[in-house]
């Protein structure tokens, strides 16, 4: 690839941007506002002892979402594909937490979304089919 935008990348801008909407909504929102979108339900976001515990976890995953920022703009398509596989793990652990505290159907889509997402990294879609001739 030289280094032009793709529909390929479109899962690397999406994850990248949707890891950073905490460190943008979270000052203008609140933190309850930030943790409803991530479909945990009033009874949960709307206490603030949660509050600290969600931020500390959301940092993590900002940090995520910006090293995804990192890497493509570098166009180091590689790095991202391999975020992106990492997003297999984030799903599950977004499964278990909200399957017992959050909303069923939020549960069962961010499993089957990371998985579709991870997917596309682990076949090398953001840096293209070049990878196999690399590898």
Sequence with gaps: MD???????IPALYFAFANC????M???????????LYGFPPRVSAVPETWDVWQA????????GLMMHFFYWRRQYAE?????????????NDYFVLR????????????VFSIAFASTGYFGWTQGRT???SA
Excluded: Y
């Design 57 to 64: 976890g959301q940092g993590r995953t900002i940090l995520l």
């Design 3 to 9: 280094g032009r935008f793709s529909l390929r990348h």
């Design 131 to 133: 990878r196999s001739k």
């Design 26 to 36: 979270t000052p203008l929102k609140g933190s309850a506002a930030v943790m409803e």
């Design 21 to 24: 909407i905490g460190l943008v």
């Design 80 to 92: 991202c594909d391999a975020l992106l596989m990492g997003v297999a793990v984030l799903g599950v």
């Design 100 to 111: 017992g505290h959050g909303n069923e159907l939020w549960a069962w889509s961010r499993i």
